[in-house]
């Protein structure tokens, strides 16, 4: 039986430093480790493998391709709290959503975009 058990996200940077420590202080990520040119990092079951490529094109040029994660959690509006108090980049507010969730976006200092989304109990539901 297939399972996916997480989820693991490369993303070229140019400052690596600034991204890491945007993650690590920002996100509340943790450090798995470090290789030269590559810093590991997780939220949970989230990965996330940041590599140094300082002449590659920004994430934020690259408009709406800058998406690349959708996370589905628990404890969405707790999240949403932390990343305001932590100083996260929120470009999408927290709002509820015709598709039945419940979801906000956060930015790094380079544009890469992040979505976190929450299920919304249907009326009714005990």
């Given at each position: 039986?297939?399972?996916?058990k ?9 400052d ?35 590599g140094h ?12 391709h ?20 932590r ?40």
């Open positions: 039986m297939f399972e996916v997480a989820t693991q996200h490369v993303l070229a940077v140019k690596l430093e600034e991204t890491e420590s945007y993650f690590l202080n920002e996100l509340g990520f943790s450090v798995r480790f470090r290789v030269d040119g590559w810093s590991f990092l997780s939220l949970g079951g989230f990965h996330i493998m940041l490529c300082p002449d590659e094109l920004s994430a934020r040029d690259t408009h709406d800058s998406y690349f994660a959708y996370v589905n959690c628990v404890g969405i509006d707790d999240l949403y709290r932390d990343y305001q108090q100083g996260a980049e929120i470009f999408q507010v927290i709002s509820d959503k015709p598709w039945g969730l419940r979801e906000f976006g956060v930015a790094t200092p380079e544009g890469h975009r992040i979505m976190f989304g929450e299920d919304i109990e249907p009326s009714g539901s005990s």
